[in-house]
């Protein structure tokens, strides 16, 4: 199961969001393939204003695992956390699924 993950900062979090990063990749390392696609949105001054990850799970329940595992999420750095089922078709170019 697919699912892409859009999470927004809370306001004023930038300084959180560098302190506790290294943390948060470690987690996302951690997870080796499951990781589809992971990186940060910007905003118009090029500074980091969320993320968007494209995770490939077995279950829904290994989803929420690593949510509930997530630095980000622990530190309150993400404020708005969105998930929904998602597809992945192409990556790179080239066609993986249907």
């Given at each position: 199961?697919q699912f892409?993950?859009?999470a927004?900062?809370?306001n004023?979090?930038?300084?959180?969001r560098?302190?506790?990063?290294?943390?948060?990749?470690e987690?996302?390392?951690?997870?080796?393939s499951?990781?589809?696609c992971a990186?940060g949105?910007?905003?118009?001054?090029g500074?980091?204003?969320?993320?968007?990850l494209v995770l490939?799970f077995?279950?829904k329940?290994?989803?929420?695992?690593?949510?509930?595992?997530e630095p980000?999420?622990a530190?309150k750095?993400?404020?708005d956390?969105?998930v929904?089922p998602f597809?992945?078709v192409?990556v790179?170019?080239?066609k993986?699924?249907?």
């Amino acid at each position: 199961m697919q699912f892409v993950v859009t999470a927004y900062d809370g306001n004023e979090k930038l300084e959180e969001r560098m302190r506790v990063r290294p943390r948060h990749l470690e987690n996302m390392a951690a997870l080796g393939s499951s990781v589809v696609c992971a990186g940060g949105m910007l905003d118009e001054e090029g500074k980091p204003k969320g993320s968007v990850l494209v995770l490939d799970f077995e279950s829904k329940d290994q989803l929420d695992a690593y949510l509930a595992s997530e630095p980000y999420i622990a530190e309150k750095v993400w404020e708005d956390v969105t998930v929904e089922p998602f597809n992945v078709v192409i990556v790179n170019g080239e066609k993986v699924g249907k």
